[in-house]
């Protein structure tokens, strides 16, 4: 009688997914039937076999998208000629995702570069209710009526938008050793006051950077900041917390979370107390430890010149960046309050990095905020 041979230990994947690119979902307004939509993104991490993820977690009726495709963009609306290849989801042309739910595309063959604009043009065939998308892209992207997702010419581009519609996430094949950041954050890493159609939100500095540097195996970036976010209430957008599975933990390749929130929380006027964002942050990081990544938490930026600025929030963010700076309980920390805040009044931003309404930073500001992370914390292998 033959003996059942037993086998070593797996071998480890030489090549998995790593997120390139991501805008964190919200609810947007009604959407139109036979509409077909051109959105215009920007990759971080190069690789081959790209994906994409189509959302529909805010709609509230079924989402049917056909004639799904995906390009390189040469200007405005107009794509790399052949370079436009459909795109299937199950080995099908069109898909229908329920309220509530993504649904990832199959492998493209071929590779996509780093740095690439990417364009995803897709066709909605059926739609009722709110879509699903991202508000404040800071890139112009297009739509039109009718199915025209297959044509690589600009001319039935006419409607500009300044969202993203459905599309929130594209990964690629990298080797296994290559992993990707998530910023999570407001609108100060949504990009406000940056220059749009530029790629120059802290993020997209930080995303740069790491494609030219050595020693580190983080090349992805995604920017799930979102406007007027709160780590504790839901309002623009869902909390921090409340977004953390389906922004952050779900995407693929993520080795480290970079936490920057606060802001919007303290500036509210709604009692919240230092005690209180330090419990949120503190799910936060246990969450994302028990799903085996490293979290990098930032300290909350000055803003007096705010119209809602008082001594009251100053308090509280001064006792959350003690916080963050000295409790241990992130992996690194990066103290992007030190940075910009002036010598002469540090409850103010130095005017060389205000973009004029001393909460959000201008490009020079965002580009100090990326230089001013550590490539080294964010190269972590399991928070354990």
Request: aromatic share 6%; glycine share 12%.
């Amino acid at each position: 009688m033959a003996q059942a041979q037993t086998s070593g230990p797996a071998a480890p994947p030489r090549a998995h997914q790593v997120v390139t690119w991501g805008a964190s979902a919200d609810r947007q307004g009604e959407g139109p039937t036979d509409r077909s939509y051109r959105m215009v993104v920007r990759t971080s991490v190069g690789g081959a076999n790209a994906r994409v993820r189509l959302s529909n977690a805010f709609g509230d009726h079924p989402v049917t998208f056909d004639s799904v495709h995906a390009g390189l963009r040469k200007q405005g609306a107009e794509l790399v000629r052949g370079s436009n290849r459909p795109l299937t989801f199950g080995g099908a042309r069109s898909v229908t995702v329920a309220p509530g739910a993504a649904v990832t595309s199959d492998p493209l063959s071929g590779r996509l570069a780093a740095q690439s604009d990417l364009v995803v043009s897709f066709h909605v065939a059926d739609s009722a209710g709110p879509t699903t998308g991202h508000g404040l892209a800071m890139q112009t992207s297009y739509a039109t009526a009718g199915d025209h997702a297959a044509e690589e010419g600009a001319a039935s581009w006419t409607d500009r938008t300044s969202s993203w519609y459905y599309l929130d996430a594209v990964s690629v094949e990298t080797p296994a050793a290559t992993g990707a950041v998530v910023t999570l954050g407001d609108s100060i890493t949504d990009g406000w006051q940056s220059s749009t159609d530029k790629n120059r939100r802290w993020p997209d500095y930080l995303a740069r950077r790491l494609q030219g540097a050595s020693g580190t195996g983080v090349k992805g970036v995604a920017n799930e900041g979102i406007s007027g976010n709160k780590v504790l209430a839901d309002g623009a957008g869902q909390s921090a917390l409340n977004r953390l599975q389906r922004d952050v933990l779900s995407q693929p390749g993520v080795r480290t979370v970079f936490l920057f929130e606060g802001i919007n929380d303290i500036k509210a006027h709604t009692g919240v107390t230092v005690d209180d964002l330090i419990a949120d942050y503190r799910e936060i990081v246990a969450r994302a430890h028990a799903a085996g990544k490293c979290v990098v938490g930032a300290t909350v930026m000055p803003y007096k010149g705010w119209s809602e600025w008082d001594p009251e929030g100053e308090a509280v963010r001064r006792g959350v960046n003690d916080f963050i700076r000295d409790s241990g309980e992130f992996d690194a920390v990066t103290d992007f309050d030190k940075l910009v805040r002036s010598p002469y009044d540090q409850e103010r931003m130095l005017p060389v990095f205000d973009g004029g309404d001393h909460v959000h930073p201008n490009d020079k500001g965002m580009q100090a905020m990326a230089d001013a992370v550590d490539l080294a914390a964010l190269n972590c292998d399991n928070a354990g």
